[in-house]
C-alpha cells in the first residue's frame, strides 16, 4: 500500500451535523409547505444542487423552491449552531493527532468555504488541514469525482495515493470514481451492497481508521 495522502469530508464524518443537516431541511421545507422526511434529506446527502433540485422536484414537484428552502436551512441551522456549538464526532482529534506529520491532509466537502471555516475553526481541527476543497472550487459535486480530484491534485498527489473518508454513499461514489480508496465511516446510515462494493474499508469510528492505516501499510 502507498498511501501518502488522506482526504476528509466534513459533515457527518468529522462533525456531528448530519442530524441537524436533516432536523433542518425538515423544518425549512415545512416552512414551504412540503413534508420532507428524513429518507429525502439521507438521498441527498452530500449530492450538488444541479443533482439534488431534479431529485427532489421529482418527489415534491417543480413547485419545490431548493435554493430558497436550501437558504432557510442554512439560515435556522447557523442560528442553533451560534447557540449550541458543533460536535465533533469521536476519534477526530486522536486520528488528526495521528496523521500529522505523517501524511498530507485535506478536506473535500460540499460545504462552502465560508462556513466551513467557521465550523472546523470552531471545534479547532482548522489548522491540521494542508488543503480546503469546496464543492463551488469545481464544476461538478459530489458523486461526480471533480472535487476528489482537485484535492488529490492540490496535494501533489495521484488519487490512488489518496484515501477518502466519508460517511455518505454519494461522497463514497464520488471517491470511487475518482479513484481513491474510500473508506466508510457510517453515520446516519450502513452502506447498502453497491456502496458496500466500492470500499476500501469500513470503520465504526474515526479512531478505528487508525488500525486500518496502521494495518494495511
Known amino acids: 500500500m502507498n498511501i501518502k495522502g488522506i482526504i476528509f469530508d466534513m459533515d457527518g464524518l468529522m462533525l456531528d451535523t448530519e442530524k441537524l443537516l436533516t432536523r433542518f431541511w425538515i423544518k425549512a421545507a415545512g416552512e414551504y409547505g412540503f413534508d420532507m422526511k428524513m429518507e429525502h434529506v439521507l438521498g441527498i446527502r452530500s449530492l450538488a444542487a444541479k443533482y439534488a433540485i431534479p431529485k427532489l422536484q421529482s418527489i415534491f414537484g417543480e413547485d419545490f423552491d431548493y435554493r430558497a428552502i436550501r437558504s432557510r436551512r442554512i439560515e435556522l441551522m447557523n442560528d442553533y449552531i451560534k447557540e449550541n456549538g458543533i460536535e465533533k464526532k469521536k476519534g477526530l ?15 473535500a466537502t460540499a460545504t462552502d468555504y465560508e462556513r466551513t471555516e467557521m465550523y472546523l475553526k470552531k471545534v479547532g481541527v482548522f489548522d491540521y ?5 469546496c464543492g463551488p472550487m469545481v464544476e461538478n459535486g459530489k458523486p461526480a469525482p471533480d472535487i ?9 498527489l495521484p488519487p490512488e495515493e489518496c484515501v477518502a473518508l466519508e460517511d455518505s454513499p454519494n461522497g463514497i461514489l464520488s471517491a470511487y470514481r475518482a479513484g481513491c480508496k474510500p473508506i466508510m465511516v457510517p453515520d446516519l446510515s450502513q452502506p447498502d451492497e453497491e456502496t458496500a462494493s466500492m470500499l476500501y474499508a469500513k470503520a465504526d469510528s474515526l479512531s478505528d481508521v487508525i488500525d486500518i492505516l496502521s494495518s494495511r501499510k
Do not use: M, N, T, W
Not at 488541514?129 to 476543497?133: G, P, Q, T
Not at 476528489?148 to 501533489?156: I, Q, R, S, T, V
Open 93 to 107: 482529534d486522536e486520528l488528526l493527532e495521528f496523521l500529522k506529520g505523517k501524511f498530507s491532509i485535506s478536506v
Open 148 to 156: 476528489y480530484l482537485k484535492a488529490a491534485e492540490e496535494l501533489g
Open 129 to 133: 488541514f494542508d488543503k480546503i476543497i
